[in-house]
């Protein structure tokens, strides 16, 4: 869930850190059974290519194609204390919702709300009301109830008859990398600290061994537990190891995470969703209590995401029976200083 949750960013690393679960859990589903149904062009998706959590709806919605039925409005990485703000835009205003700061869509939804601004978040153009900011479940139901939607020869990303298994490896990953690193980041104590970066290490072993001998984590095509895992190695090195003390090893010293992460960075949909100076200034511009002086690193280097990866040696169809999404809409380009 994007960063903000209702805590001052000072208040990090001083009290424990526990990610609170989505309040607005309503559901945009094929048979509008919430009040919500799909519908091209109703809803607008507001994410920060800053954050993890958001970064999975990214990479979701290219893939699947429905950059032309869900616009798309991108934060300012830097939030003050009302979260997530649109000072990216003229005016410093979304130019579809008419809004400042998501969290006036959070209000008009529900005065005195619980939980925190965060992203990704879905808003209901017509109304301007926030409709789910739940990103457990929102990319599940663009893979499977925004299927009149999707583009010709979009993959599965949710196949049926792999779902028990990728529902059990995204839940260790969500428990011990996706949010173990913010455990440790956001760590109150030495034990607790050890303890979360202990289950990080432990878990990427587990990957890297199993990402050994298969080119994707679950069948032979990319998967949602593909993206969730790649959202996180993308913020690895620039973030994680250093800013968040996950500093056994690098992602790049890992021969097969690292190889993984390039391949899935250079597949159409995911590494041009990715705005590393976004990422690097959202985390160490805003998270004061872990990092006062607000000073971003010049490292590391990035040219190495483009470099030669060899994992289609061990075969794999990356969308199945499928094709690569298209060029990236003009409008939603990562600027050259987010790119390798």
């Given at each position: ?7 001052s960013?000072a208040?990090y690393?001083k009290k424990?850190?526990k990610?609170s679960?989505?309040?607005f ?7 509008g ?6 519908e091209?062009?109703?809803y607008r998706l507001?994410?920060s290519?800053?954050?993890p ?18 616009s798309?409005?991108?934060?300012d990485p830097i ?5 997530w703000?649109f ?9 579809v ?14 005065a005195?709300h619980p ?8 808003v ?11 990103y ?10 925004w ?7 979009a ?7 792999l ?7 995204m ?5 011990d990398?996706?949010?173990g ?17 202990a289950?990080v290490?432990?878990?990427?072993e587990?990957?890297?061994r199993r ?10 095509t990319?998967?949602?537990?593909d993206?969730?895992?790649f ?17 056994r ?6 021969r097969?995470l ?6 899935l ?10 705005d590393?100076?976004?990422i690097?200034r ?17 490292g ?10 060899h ?26 200083r987010?790119?390798?």
């Open positions: 869930m994007g960063e903000g949750e209702g805590e960013n208040a690393g424990e850190f990610r679960k989505s309040h859990a309503d559901r945009v589903t094929a048979d059974r919430d009040g919500w149904p799909v091209a062009g109703r507001v994410a290519r800053a954050c959590w958001a970064g999975r709806a990214l990479v979701s919605r290219r893939l699947l194609g429905l950059e032309d039925a869900l798309l409005a991108v934060t939030q003050d204390d009302r979260s703000r000072t990216l835009d003229p005016g410093g205003r979304d130019p919702l008419g809004i400042r700061y998501l969290a006036e869509a959070y209000d008009a939804r529900e005195d939980g925190g601004v965060s992203v990704p978040a879905l209901d153009v017509p109304s301007g009301r926030l409709v789910t900011n739940d457990q479940q929102l990319t599940l139901d663009f893979a499977t109830e299927t009149a939607l999707h583009r010709a020869g993959p599965d990303l949710y196949p049926e008859k779902r028990d298994e990728i529902d059990q490896v839940a260790d990953v969500y428990e990398v996706n949010n690193v913010y455990r440790a980041g956001f760590a109150n104590g030495q034990e607790k600290y050890e303890e979360a970066a289950g290490f432990r878990r990427l587990l990957l890297s990402l050994a001998e298969q080119r994707y984590l679950v069948g032979d990319i998967t949602e537990a993206i969730r895992l959202t996180t190695l993308v913020r690895f090195d620039p973030v994680y190891h250093g800013h968040f003390k996950c500093n090893f690098k992602l790049a010293e890992d097969v690292w190889a993984y992460a390039r391949d960075y250079q597949t159409p949909g995911f590494g041009d969703t990715v590393f100076d976004h690097k959202h985390y160490y511009q805003v998270h004061s209590g872990i990092n006062p002086t607000g000073i971003v690193p010049l590391p280097d990035l040219s190495g995401w483009l470099t030669p990866h994992r289609e040696e061990l075969g794999g169809r990356p969308f199945g029976d499928g094709t690569p999404p298209g060029p990236v809409p003009a409008a939603e380009e990562v600027a050259a987010g790119r390798p």
